[in-house]
């Protein structure tokens, strides 16, 4: 059974940084894009930053310059660097792989929380 867990949330003050990682168990065949989607409370789940198979990027732009993704495929991980965290980033975060088994599905994390505040 396949399971992305991930780990790295907490409260941090204005400005401050975290990082979180996600990491996928189980038995695969390969991960190709895996990304990470926030949810603050009364908001839809939105795209924050994806990682292709071959490292290619793209963020939202309300995080560009800030936040930083990256993966490890040896470690089947992937990473997101939160610097500059600003209240407006609080929210669940849920890191998101699509995995090859059989065929290619889509895997959730369980979320982890960031909060910003002071």
């Known amino acids: 059974q396949v399971q992305l867990v991930e780990s790295g949330g907490g409260l941090v003050q204005p400005g401050g940084s975290l990082r979180l990682s996600c990491a996928a168990s189980g038995t695969f065949f390969s991960i190709n894009a895996m990304g990470w989607y926030r949810q603050a409370p009364g908001k839809q789940r939105e795209l924050v930053a994806h990682?292709?198979?071959?490292?290619?990027?793209k963020y939202a732009d309300s995080v560009k310059g800030r936040f930083t993704i990256s993966r490890d495929n040896a470690k089947n991980t992937v990473y997101l660097q939160m610097n500059s965290l600003k209240p407006e980033d609080t929210a669940v975060y849920y890191c998101n792989a699509l995995i090859v088994v059989v065929t290619t599905r889509s895997y959730w994390g369980q979320g982890t929380q960031v909060t910003v505040s002071s």
């Open positions: 990682i292709a198979s071959g490292g290619s990027t």
